[in-house]
């Protein structure tokens, strides 16, 4: 799968050590991305919808905890301003 989403349990944040993760925010926009490497993110905040090139879109809202494959190109749209948790690899 190339982006996966769960609801992960605080036991299992506390596991990934999701708190010491940095943080990202982004308002408000559109753009295009292609993850170089695995990323592993949890949304504190915001809403976003994940366009695939194969026109499948995957739905990201606050309290998901997301994966995306490396290699994956997309395109984020951002409807609620995002902060997040992220680590690489």
Known sequence: M?????KPTQEVL?????????IW?????SFEWFYDEKETCFFLEG????ELPD????????????TFAKGVRC?????QKVKKHYTFG
């Open 2 to 6: 190339e982006v996966e989403v769960s």
């Open 14 to 22: 506390a596991q990934l050590g999701v708190q010491s993760w940095p």
């Open 25 to 29: 925010e982004k308002e408000k926009s």
């Open 47 to 50: 809403k976003v919808k994940i």
């Open 55 to 66: 026109g499948k879109t995957v739905h990201i809202n606050k309290g998901d905890l997301v």
């Open 75 to 79: 395109i984020w749209h951002i409807s």
